[in-house]
C-alpha cells in the first residue's frame, strides 16, 4: 500500500526526516510514535502534500504509483486520507457541502455519476450517529466554533464517508477525553478492512488501547531507530524514549 | 478639475435644461444644484475620499441625459410577493402607480397623478456625496415612493436598466423614498444593464425614515462589465429608525457609491453590509459615511471586498460621532480578499469622534486566501480552482447570509457561486 524509502525532507533549510524508510502493507494498522520534535507531522503532512517541505531524497510509493509526484488534491482522489492535528476552522463553508464536493471529486476520478442528494445524506446521518455527533454539525461551516473534541470527530466522520485506502492520522487522540476517544477510535475501527491501511501518529499509548496495532514504529530525530508489534507501545509507556534518543544519536 | 470640462458641463446643461421635466425637479432647482457642483467642481483623485474610485470618465462624458428608449429590455424573474417598477435609463417603462391609504409609488414625471411629492430638502452636499448634484440637474424621471404604517409591510423592486451607451448620454436613475411615523418596507433595488451597453449611470437615492421607520434594502449592482456606475445615498433617520441596508456589487467597470446616512434621532440605528466582488479591470469603489448626531444610536458596517486579475476594489467606512451623539455605540469589520497578484484592496476605516461616552470599535484587514483552509480543501480531493472560488465564496457569506428574504438570498447566492449552485439545492434538503 504505502513504501517510504530513505525519505529527506527539509522545512526552511533544517532537515527534518533523515531517511524515513517504512512499510505499510495493505489491511495493517502501523503506529508511528516518537518525541515531540521528532518529525511526525511533518511526515503526515508530507504524505498528503502540503506545500513548503523540500523532499531532498527518498521516494514514496502509494499504490505502486510516485505519490511524490502528485498534487494534494490527486493524493486525496486515489484514496489518501489526513485526519488534520489540527483541522483548520472554515466559517462559510457548509460541512455538509465540503463532504459532498469531497465525495464527488473522488467519484469524478474514478469515472463514477455524482452522488444522490438523498443517499449521500441518508449515509452521511448514519456515520453521524457512530460518532455521536449533533445532526446540526452538519449545516454549520467546517469546523466553526467546534470544540477540540467536535474537531477531532470530525476529521473521523469525513474519512468514515470518503472511505480511503490509506489514512493517516495526525495525533487524532490529543485532547480528547477518555469517551470521546472511545468514539474516535470506535469510528476508526469500523474502518479496518483487508484492502485499508491506517498509519496512527501519536504521542501516547492510549489510543492504542483501542486501536490495536499489527506494528509499531519509533521516531526519533527523523528516523525510525525501533520497531515492533503493539507491545513496544507498552515498553514505551513504561520506558519512555529516552532509552531510543540515546540509540538514536 | 478642468475648466474647460466645468465649461462643457455647463454648455450641456444649457442646451437641454429647457427640455428638463420640472416635475421631476424645477428648473430653479437644477440651476442651483449646477452651480453648486460647478463650485466645488468634480471630483478628482486628488481628493482624499476620492483616491480609488476610477473618475477618468468624467472627463470624456456626455452629461446631458440620453433619450429614453423604446421597448423593453430583457427582465429578470420577478421576486414573488415584491411589486415591481423597471426604470429603462432612468424612465419608467414598467409599473402601474400604487396609491392607497398605506403606501403610494409613482413616477417623478408623470405629472398627472395628483400633486408632486414635495422634494426633500438639500442636504448640505458633502464634498463625496456631491455627484447628487449632477444628478438633481439632470434627472429625466424617478420613483417617488411614500409609505404609512400599516398592517402588511409592502415589498417593492425597483429595477434600473442601462440600455444606452455613454456616447449617447447619461442616466440619472432616482429614487426619493420616504417612510413615515412606524412603518415599514421591504426594498429591493436591482441595477442591470441591457446586454453588455457601455453607459454612464449616476443614480441618487434619498431615503428619509420618520420615527420608529424601518427599512430593509437591498441593493444589487450587476451592471455590465463596461458600464461607468456612480451613486450617492443620502439617508436621514429620525428617533428609532432602522434602516439595514445590504449591498452586492459584482457589476461595472468603474463604480463608485457614496452613501451617507444620518443618525439624526435618538436611538436610531444603522447596519450596513456590503459585498464588491471585482475582477479583471474593474475598480469599485465605496465611500460610507455614518454621521451620529443624537444621543444613543448605532451603527454597525460589514464590509467583503475582493479582488482578482487586476481589480481595484475599495471601501472607506467613516464614522463621525458629534458631540451631540453621547452613548454612541459603532462596529466595523472590513475585510478585503486579493485574489490576483496584481490585484489591489483598500479597505479604511475612519473615526472621528467629538464626545465622550461612546463605544467604537473596527477592525480592517486585508490578505490573500489561508493557506492553511486552502490545503485543507485540497486534502480532501477538491480542485483548486474550486477550493479557490468555495473560500472566496465562504468570505462573501458574512454579508450574503444577513440577506433575509430566502428567495433573494438563493437568487444571489446562484449568481454569485456559479457552478456551486447544489449548496442551495442541499441547504433546503437539510431543512
Known sequence: MLKIDNLHVTVEGKEILKGLTLEVPAGEVHAIMGPNGSGKSTLAHVLAGRPGYEITGGTVTFQGRDLLSLPPEERAREGMFLGFQYPVEIPGVNNVYLLKAAVNAARKHRGLPEVDAFEFLTLVREKMRLMRMEESMLSRGVNEGFSGGEKKRNEVLQMLVLEPCLAVLDETDSGLDIDALKVVANGVNTLRAPQRSLVLVTHYQRLLDYIVPDRVHVLVKGRIVQSGDKTLALELERRGYDWLIGEAA | ?431
Not at chain 2, 32 to 48: K, Y
Not at chain 2, 284 to 307: C, K, M, N, W
Not at chain 2, 410 to 417: G, P, Q, S, T, Y
Request: aromatic share 6%.
Open chain 2, 1 to 431: 478639475m478642468s475648466n474647460a470640462l466645468l465649461a462643457r458641463l455647463r454648455d450641456e446643461y444649457g442646451a437641454v435644461r429647457d427640455a428638463l421635466p420640472d416635475s421631476v425637479i424645477g428648473g430653479e432647482r437644477r440651476l442651483e444644484a449646477i452651480e453648486a457642483l460647478c463650485a466645488q467642481g468634480l471630483p478628482t483623485t486628488r481628493e482624499e475620499n476620492w483616491r480609488y474610485a476610477n473618475l477618468r470618465v468624467l472627463e470624456r462624458a456626455r452629461f446631458s441625459p440620453c433619450a429614453s428608449p423604446a421597448g423593453m429590455a430583457d427582465l429578470p424573474a420577478p421576486l414573488a410577493g415584491f411589486t415591481r417598477f423597471v426604470f429603462l435609463d432612468g424612465v419608467l417603462a414598467m409599473g402601474e402607480p400604487v396609491q392607497h391609504a398605506g403606501l403610494g409609488v409613482r413616477s417623478l414625471r408623470s405629472g398627472a397623478q395628483g400633486p408632486a411629492p414635495s422634494m426633500p430638502q438639500r442636504i448640505p452636499a458633502l464634498p463625496e456625496a456631491r455627484l447628487a448634484l449632477l444628478n438633481e440637474a439632470f434627472a429625466t424621471d424617478g420613483a417617488a415612493i411614500r409609505v404609512k404604517r400599516e398592517a402588511a409591510v409592502p415589498q417593492i423592486e425597483l429595477l434600473f436598466i442601462a440600455c444606452a451607451p455613454a456616447q449617447a448620454g447619461a442616466s440619472y436613475p432616482r429614487v426619493q423614498l420616504s417612510i413615515e411615523a412606524g412603518a415599514r418596507l421591504t426594498l429591493v433595488e436591482r441595477h442591470l444593464s441591457a446586454g453588455d451597453a457601455a453607459s454612464l449611470v449616476n443614480g441618487a437615492l434619498r431615503v428619509d425614515l420618520a420615527e420608529g421607520a424601518r427599512l430593509d434594502h437591498y441593493r444589487l449592482q450587476q451592471t455590465s462589465t463596461r458600464t461607468a456606475w456612480f451613486d450617492t445615498v443620502e439617508a436621514t433617520l429620525a428617533q428609532d429608525a432602522r434602516y439595514s441596508l445590504i449591498a452586492v456589487s459584482p457589476g461595472a467597470l468603474a463604480a463608485r457609491s457614496t452613501v451617507h446616512i444620518r443618525l439624526a434621532g435618538p436611538g436610531a440605528e444603522v447596519a450596513l453590509s456590503a459585498a464588491a466582488l471585482g475582477d479583471r479591470q474593474q475598480s469599485l469603489d465605496t465611500y460610507v459615511l455614518s454621521e451620529h448626531l443624537a444621543p444613543r444610536t448605532r451603527t454597525e458596517q460589514i464590509f467583503r471586498g475582493i479582488a482578482s486579475g487586476r481589480a481595484r476594489v475599495a471601501f472607506n467606512g467613516k464614522i463621525a460621532v458629534r458631540e451631540s451623539a453621547r452613548g454612541t455605540d459603532s462596529r466595523q469589520s472590513l475585510r478585503g480578499l486579493l485574489a490576483g497578484p496584481e490585484a489591489e484592496i483598500d479597505v479604511r476605516p475612519q473615526l472621528e469622534i467629538y464626545t465622550d461616552e461612546v463605544r467604537c470599535s473596527h477592525g480592517a484587514t486585508a490578505g490573500k486566501l489561508d493557506e492553511n483552509m486552502l490545503f485543507y480543501l485540497l486534502s480532501r480531493g477538491l480542485e483548486p480552482e474550486v477550493a479557490q472560488r468555495l473560500l472566496k465564496w465562504a468570505f462573501l457569506e458574512d454579508v450574503v447570509s444577513r440577506i433575509e428574504l430566502p428567495a433573494l438570498r438563493r437568487r444571489i447566492e446562484h449568481e454569485l457561486a456559479g457552478q456551486m449552485s447544489e449548496l442551495a439545492s442541499l441547504k433546503e434538503l437539510l431543512r
